[in-house]
């Protein structure tokens, strides 16, 4: 569930295997045509496939200079990824029945905590296949 002052992208490509759907708001002094500056995205991976548990996928994608921790949502248990390179962006990542399911985050701009607290209300509904 997402607000409705949100806007549904389902052509973005954040995930190098595709993405599920993307939802954003875009803040007041975003500039169009210009890096994303001032706003939050909500981003879901198309799972992919995997022989690998949790810990080893994530380590076979993400370097030790990433900030990795455990987090739970909704009772799942997620490898939480904090990435900087091109900007700086939260991934969530969980494995279950050997399909990865990723999840993208971002928030920025002068309203950034306000951002990421709609962030953190869209993760607690987020509902994944058993």
Do not use: H
């Not at 939802?23 to 022989?51: I, W």
Request: proline residues 4%; glycine residues 6%; charged residues 15%.
């Amino acid at each position: 569930e997402y607000p409705s002052s949100w806007t549904v992208d389902k052509t973005s490509q954040v995930f190098e295997n595709g993405d599920l759907v993307m939802v954003q708001f875009t803040g007041s002094t975003q500039q169009p045509n210009t890096e994303f500056s001032d706003g939050a995205r909500f981003v879901l991976m198309t799972p992919v496939p995997t022989d690998l548990d949790l810990d080893s996928w994530i380590n076979s994608k993400y370097s030790a200079s990433d900030q990795i921790s455990d987090t739970n949502i909704n009772s799942i248990a997620f490898k939480k990824v904090y990435t900087c390179g091109l900007g700086c962006f939260t991934y969530y990542y969980t494995v279950i029945n050997g399909q990865v399911y990723g999840v993208n985050t971002f928030a920025e701009g002068t309203k950034k905590a306000e951002y990421q607290g709609v962030i953190d209300q869209i993760l607690k509904t987020l509902v994944l296949p058993q």
